[in-house]
């Protein structure tokens, strides 16, 4: 085997080990981490976007950028855990593709429910907005995404009328919004995650699914095929409703994933695992500004 092939070789395997061994610890953010270099990259830490200790966002930038497109990521964890610092990956990947990226924090349940982390989104995409050609971006060429609880927080920022408005973001700014095994649809009365939502709250007035504004930009939704924490339906429903409203909306099943793998192959050395950072950059490159 010659020394590239076997360096590859080397280098999926220690990958794949350290995925496995993470997932069963429940932390594959960590290992993904360890990973990744930022080297070459600009980073600016805890830039913040609001008073409270957790308004703040780590933002990746390529260097020697103009009119970049602009990504808000937002992380997962039912609403009640998770942080930028474990999403380094996430920030890296999509600087790497020559995306301005932001990877904020937002307040956490049962302390802070709905809406405040989506306010939150909305705070943190305003901020990055405003500061966008300091970092290489473009102020009209931004995109949100998230994962889980976070893509239920993208989701809802960019498709609901309310927020972008109420936060002072141009809505032609947001030229699409990238969900990652987001639960969009579900009565969240049956599940622990009801504490992130008011007391006596109906899902009917508060569902992503429920209140698409028709002028809402083009959607991604991506679901992995082996999700057993989101149920796939999710994602079924909010692109019926999409659709329903007249806004673009593309829902692709990604095979062999699972509800974590699905954000890993985010991460450039675990693309081997299935096809999310190619599917996010098409889309960004699809409908960014030229």
Not at 255 to 284: K, S, W
Request: with cysteine; proline share 7%; net charge positive.
């Amino acid at each position: 085997m010659s020394s590239r092939k076997f360096r590859r070789a080397a280098g999926l395997a220690l990958a794949a080990a350290t995925l496995g061994l993470t997932l069963a610890a429940c932390s594959p953010q960590n290992a993904l981490n360890t990973v990744t270099s930022t080297r070459g990259l600009n980073i600016t830490q805890n830039v913040r976007y609001g008073p409270a200790p957790r308004n703040v966002m780590d933002v990746y930038a390529p260097q020697n950028v103009q009119n970049a497109p602009v990504v808000l990521f937002i992380h997962g964890g039912s609403w009640q855990g998770g942080d930028k610092e474990g999403h380094k990956f996430v920030g890296e990947s999509l600087a790497r593709a020559g995306y301005v990226t932001g990877v904020m924090n937002y307040r956490l349940a049962p302390e802070h429910r709905y809406p405040d982390y989506v306010q939150d989104a909305a705070s943190a995409l305003k901020v990055l907005r405003d500061r966008a050609q300091s970092y290489g971006g473009s102020p009209d060429n931004l995109f949100v995404m998230g994962h889980s609880a976070g893509g239920f927080n993208a989701v809802e920022v960019v498709d609901n009328a309310r927020w972008l408005q109420e936060a002072g973001v141009p809505i032609r700014a947001v030229r699409g919004v990238i969900g990652v095994a987001g639960p969009y649809s579900y009565d969240f009365r049956q599940f622990p995650s009801r504490v992130a939502f008011p007391e006596g709250g109906d899902p009917a007035n508060i569902m992503p699914d429920r209140h698409v504004r028709p002028d809402a930009p083009p959607n991604l939704l991506l679901v992995a095929a082996n999700d057993t924490t989101v149920d796939p339906y999710n994602a079924v429903n909010m692109e019926a409703a999409l659709k329903e409203a007249g806004v673009p909306v593309t829902r692709t099943v990604l095979p062999g994933l699972n509800h974590i793998t699905v954000i890993a192959a985010m991460a450039r050395p675990l693309t081997f695992l299935g096809d999310t950072r190619q599917q996010v950059i098409d889309f960004i490159e699809a409908h960014r500004l030229k």
